[in-house]
């Protein structure tokens, strides 16, 4: 019996068991089942952004904690357990029945969802039984061959041919090489989807561009600030994708109770703050910063004295504060 394709190598389940997290809970907070949730962290059901980000919110990690790396134990794992998979069905033979399958498919100009959708199979096992993870049943084997307005022993034959051809072998081949890829965010060979796109990567990137790091939290009379992706909060809609935009916790007791507590100030780095604006003002220059070095930032409004230099002004108690770099506030948002 071929088993399920792992999809989505990840480290949900390490991370949950690292915070002391039942598997229920889990399912209970993200509103899924148990099984999907099973499902999800032996990688063999896939997860959409909302999804994703979701379990990073419960789970309390980074974006990128959930993708595997090479250097992870559980990499070797995973790709030992596609190896073993692959394997199995090759000398079952339902690799070369699917990769024949999609051959004739392509020759025929039909895209997976239409091959699917006249054959009279959901898009999922169609999928499955292209990739060579899935048996086909008696009842099905007429009606693939239908859909491609061939008779059975026609289709056998052409799939026969072209496996004796070697037409096959370069597909069946391409399918291994990817094994030697885990799932690492941003790799281009990282995890297929039933579309040959890139399944795991396209996922990060499209979570990703939902999320801004938060640089700078309160810290006594002003504000630590730090480049750093350890804590990342959804971006407003109008904000998503956009480059340079972080955002900060700011200190609501120094700018005069006109900025409610629990809110986030979203900031463009790449947009210099002018006098009237809101601003985020640093005591380094931001170019220079890495993301090990912290420095000191305020919440300020940009003001011009009589000689025309530009300072920021802080309410309470009244400061005149002078920094290397001020980027505009462009968003308040409530927590």
């Given at each position: 019996?071929?088993?399920?394709?792992?999809?989505?190598?990840?480290?949900?389940?390490?991370?949950?068991?690292?915070?002391?997290?039942?598997?229920?809970?889990?399912?209970?907070?993200?509103?899924?089942?148990?099984?999907?949730?099973?499902?999800?962290?032996?990688?063999?059901?896939?997860?959409?952004?909302?999804?994703?980000?979701?379990?990073?919110?419960?789970?309390?990690?980074?974006?990128?904690d959930i993708f595997i790396k090479e250097s992870d134990d559980v990499a070797d794992q995973w790709q030992n357990e596609i190896k073993r998979r692959m394997t199995d069905n090759e000398d079952s033979g339902l690799k070369v029945f699917g990769s024949g399958l999609r051959k004739i498919r392509q020759q025929k100009g039909k895209t997976i969802a239409q091959a699917a959708k006249d054959a009279g199979m959901t898009l999922s096992v169609y999928h499955k039984i292209e990739v060579g993870q899935r048996e086909i049943y008696k009842n099905e084997i007429e009606p693939l061959a239908k859909?491609?307005?061939?008779?059975?022993?026609?289709?056998?034959?052409?799939?026969?041919?072209?496996?004796?051809?070697?037409?096959?072998?370069?597909?069946?081949?391409?399918?291994?090489?990817?094994?030697?890829?885990?799932?690492?965010?941003?790799?281009?060979?990282?995890?297929?989807?039933?579309?040959?796109?890139?399944?795991?990567?396209?996922?990060?990137?499209?979570?990703?561009?939902?999320?801004?790091?938060?640089?700078?939290?309160?810290?006594?009379?002003?504000?630590?600030?730090?480049?750093?992706?350890?804590?990342?909060?959804?971006?407003?809609?109008?904000?998503?994708?956009?480059?340079?935009?972080?955002?900060?916790?700011?200190?609501?007791?120094?700018?005069?109770?006109?900025?409610?507590?629990?809110?986030?100030l979203f900031v463009d780095a790449l947009t210099p703050a002018q006098p009237g604006d809101l601003a985020v003002c640093l005591d380094t220059d931001f170019n220079a910063l890495d993301n090990e070095t912290k420095t000191t930032a305020h919440v300020v409004s940009v003001r011009q004295d009589a000689k025309g230099k530009v300072y920021g002004h802080i309410a309470s108690p009244e400061e005149k504060i002078t920094g290397q770099t001020m980027h505009k506030v462009i968003m308040i948002v409530m927590e």
């Open positions: 019996m071929a088993q399920e394709e792992i999809i989505f190598p990840n480290n949900i389940r390490n991370i949950r068991l690292s915070t002391g997290m039942k598997m229920t809970e889990l399912a209970r907070r993200t509103g899924l089942s148990l099984s999907a949730v099973s499902k999800i962290e032996k990688g063999v059901r896939r997860l959409n952004q909302k999804q994703l980000l979701n379990i990073c919110n419960i789970l309390g990690c980074k974006l990128s859909s491609f307005a061939l008779g059975v022993e026609d289709m056998f034959k052409q799939i026969a041919d072209l496996y004796k051809s070697g037409e096959l072998n370069k597909h069946i081949n391409k399918v291994k090489e990817r094994v030697k890829s885990v799932l690492v965010p941003g790799n281009p060979m990282s995890g297929i989807d039933m579309h040959g796109g890139v399944y795991g990567a396209k996922l990060y990137d499209s979570a990703r561009k939902k999320l801004v790091p938060v640089f700078g939290t309160p810290s006594g009379k002003s504000i630590s600030f730090k480049k750093s992706d350890e804590t990342m909060i959804v971006a407003p809609m109008t904000l998503e994708g956009r480059k340079g935009i972080y955002a900060i916790i700011p200190n609501t007791k120094r700018l005069g109770g006109f900025i409610p507590e629990k809110s986030y």
